[in-house]
Nanobody
Framework: QVQLVESGGGLVQAGGSLRLSCAAS????????MGWFRQAPGKEREFVAA????????YYADSVKGRFTICRDNAKNTVYLQMNSLQPEDTAVYYC????????????????WGQGTQVTVSS
């Protein structure tokens, strides 16, 4: 079992930045591809970014490409999401997830999920 705990969310003005962290425990972190997803009120959960176990491959949703960066530190069992140029439409609960199979943009491929951290961007 892998436990995931997100942190770093908060309230920020449009154009600002936040860095989310997701700390993993209870498993071999370097064996998992990791992803970030988000869910806004009244909307379905959507893919944001994903990174392979080695960090060599990364996927991004078109809506965040060029603004968000995903990276990981396997020595610290942590994955990060650096979010720049935030916009009100980025407001959502952000979740990290672990995938024991392969890098994927599909939430159904992820085995473990954190509880989420709220990101609110004011205009």
């Amino acid at each position: 079992q892998v436990q995931l705990v997100e942190s770093g969310g908060g309230l920020v003005q449009a154009g600002g930045s936040l860095r989310l962290s997701c700390a993993a425990s209870g498993g071999t972190f370097s064996r998992y591809a990791m992803g970030w997803f988000r869910q806004a009120p009244g909307k379905e959960r959507e893919f944001v970014a994903a990174i392979s176990w080695s960090g060599s491959m990364k996927y991004y949703a078109d809506s965040v490409k060029g603004r968000f960066t995903i990276c990981r530190d396997n020595a610290k069992n942590t994955v990060y999401l650096q979010m720049n140029s935030l916009q009100p439409e980025d407001t959502a609960v952000y979740y990290c997830a672990a995938n024991s199979r392969s890098l994927s943009t599909s939430a159904t491929r992820y085995d473990y999920w954190g509880q989420g951290t709220q990101v609110t961007v004011s205009s």
